[in-house]
């Protein structure tokens, strides 16, 4: 089974088991430093979605929530191939991975030194 298939199913299970028991994972970078980094609310966000409660998902990881379809996209293209055919096509993946990467950092930090 490839790897994005047992990620899914991984975060499908773990959404049942936190739905459905209450029960999440802390986020050990919080936990060790007492600072948020940029996927904490992350299980709030998709349990909110998952409700229907757009509001309570942009609150949870505003970043996460903007940025979900661009990573899904991002992934999606990855693992099929599609539109990366071409050298310029395969530099432009990158660099928008990268502009993805770098506005997570930049909302891990910017949520701690100014938070909401």
């Known amino acids: 089974m490839k790897m994005p298939v047992c990620c899914l ?3 499908i299970a773990y959404f049942l088991w ?7 994972l802390p986020c050990p970078f919080h936990y060790l430093t007492g600072y948020y ?6 299980t ?6 998952s409700a229907g409660d757009i509001p309570s998902a942009f609150a949870a990881n505003r970043a ?6 661009v ?7 990855d693992q099929t191939g599609l539109l990366m055919q071409t ?7 990158k660099a ?7 506005c997570l950092l930049a909302y891990g930090v910017m949520r701690n030194v100014y938070p909401i």
């Open 9 to 11: 199913l991984l975060g």
């Open 18 to 24: 936190v739905k459905f028991t209450g029960l999440s």
């Open 37 to 42: 980094c940029p996927g904490c609310g992350i």
């Open 44 to 49: 709030t966000m998709i349990l909110s979605l």
């Open 64 to 69: 996460l929530f903007v940025l979900a379809p």
């Open 71 to 77: 990573i899904i996209w991002l992934i999606i293209q």
């Open 87 to 93: 050298a310029k096509q395969r530099q432009a993946h």
């Open 96 to 102: 928008l991975l990268l502009m993805v990467l770098i």
